[in-house]
């Protein structure tokens, strides 16, 4: 039989095209979104670096003030420098490209070092609690989840125990209509840990798949906040042993350094696990990607790159900094 002949080579070609044209789509629309901070960062970097012959401490003094400046934060960068001061001590930075190069590795490898994906295979039902401040994102991160895991197969079900902020369930029902999934609400200023108790009991006796709990956040009144998490998170174990299985904590990457002073608190209130970075595509500050990732030891589970549901993506710090340095 010749090659191109078979009777599932013609599809197989055309399925494996069609892959691959969808795969350099959404490559193209996570760059377009990180294009400003591509620019703010790795503009300044390649200005800096690239024609250079000879690399030296003034240069990489030079990057240091970049990366601080571009929100990778001072911890973070200064241990990067470190890491470059010792390659370059090897002599492996020969020139302007090598540095870039190298940075791009350590970047990478901070990212790895904590990059693990959300299984919601791990328990049924798999409960996500989503923690952050209001105005980052959360409601609408929310949203875009429950229709991207209702589109895989799953049965989702989602909690408003946000019932301080106004209009808080209302914004959460039309996600839950648009996504087709139901949502379990009391009025507003009811006691949150109420609806939470009502919504693990429907969870369980739907037998849904995901069940997601909204949450308010408002950092002015931390002891408030903190106390108020306790007993959410009382009534989920209480209710589903071992749940919350995640608690995910929503930024908006545009806050850039204070969205390091948000992780602190939310660590501290409800034991965040995993991350999610929203409207990089309107921000220069999505190096705090990687400083909130490596200071705090969490993994970056989604990232927001537009408006639209696919563009809350899985995180993946290959692509991501593929994307970033992408000339």
Known sequence: MSAGTGPFSFQSGR???AGGDVMAGLFERLKNGLKRTTDGLVGRIDALVLGKKTIDADTLEELEEILITSDIGVKTTMELTRSLEQ???????????ALRDALKQELLAKLQAHHRPLQLSAAKPFVLLVVGVNGV????TIGKLASRYVAEGHTVLLAAADTFRAAAADQLGVWAERAGVDLIRHQEGADPSAVTFDACKAALARGVDLLIVDTAGRLHTKVNLMEEMKKILRVIDREIPGAPHETLL???????QNALNQTRIFQESAGVTGLA????DGSAKGGVVVAVSHEYGLPVRFIGVGEGVDDLRDFDPQEFVDALFQR
């Open 137 to 140: 994102g959360k409601t609408t």
């Open 87 to 97: 390659r370059l001590s090897r002599n492996e930075l020969k020139d302007g490209e």
């Open 250 to 256: 929503v930024l908006d990457a545009a806050t850039g």
């Open 15 to 17: 399925a494996a095209a």
């Open 277 to 280: 970075l929203t409207k990089l």
